[in-house]
């Protein structure tokens, strides 16, 4: 919605409406039809499947200013994944109907909405590859070079959801993700509970974008 003009954000806010989500509240379930957009507005929200086993799979997870629902809501078609609040959070939810009706009036709208597609699927690859060409360890330090906005070279940042989770949304298993936390001790990362004291920022970016090879040998 950057990217649209003022008029049709107030018209597709006027439009929509406003949910808040306690932790652990469900949003939509797997095979339920897909009739609105997401946008969070604080808080995180993670999607995911369930195995026949009963295992779970974490697909992606979203936070603020982050929107999901866009591919299944514009074809009328049943979510492929549930959704749940990890956090107390806010969301906006926008009608299907109310998006198609602006994208009628102004096809630029519906070029915002294919980049925000596109802004999905590239982010689907690029956690791929992360499976596929890094280490446990390296996915862990790239995670949590993403959440930190420190300008400093050093700094803490707060896990913004459990650990669980965090193994799930990195391809790892809760104990896969204790050794990963304990291989980045090496390199200068500190965890408790709750935050992960980062003392060398470019050492741990270096890290991350090694080569895998190497990294075993450390």
């Keep these: 919605m950057q990217s ?20 652990g509240e469900t949003l939509f379930l797997h095979g339920e039809t897909a009739r609105s957009i997401h946008i969070v507005i604080d808080g995180w929200v993670k999607l995911f499947r369930v195995a026949p086993n009963g295992g779970e799979t974490v697909v992606s997870v979203f936070t603020k200013g982050e929107s999901f629902g866009e591919a299944v809501a514009f074809r009328n078609k ?8 990890v956090t107390d959070c806010h969301l906006l939810q ?9 994208m009628r009036k102004d096809p630029e709208v ?3 909405i294919l980049a925000s597609t596109f802004t999905h699927l590239h ?5 791929l590859e992360q499976l596929k060409a ?20 050093s700094c803490v940042v707060t896990l913004p959801y459990d650990k669980v989770l965090i193994a799930g949304r990195l391809g790892m298993k809760p104990e ?6 304990a291989k980045l001790r090496t390199f200068g990362v500190k965890v408790n509970r709750y935050d992960a004291a980062i003392e060398n920022i470019e050492r741990l970016r270096e890290f991350a974008m090694s080569d895998p090879a190497d990294s075993w040998n450390r």
């Design 123 to 127: 982010s689907l690859v690029d956690q």
């Design 78 to 85: 049943k979510y492929p994944v549930s959704a749940e609040a």
């Design 176 to 181: 896969s993700l204790s050794r990963a936390f």
């Design 110 to 112: 519906s070029i915002s």
């Design 134 to 153: 890094q280490t446990g360890a390296q996915r862990l330090a790239e995670f949590l070079l993403e959440i930190s906005d420190s300008d400093e070279n």
């Design 94 to 102: 926008i009608p299907t109907s109310a998006l198609l009706e602006t």
């Design 4 to 23: 649209l003009p003022d008029e049709h954000v107030e018209q597709l806010i006027a439009k929509s409406t406003w949910h808040k989500h306690e932790r």
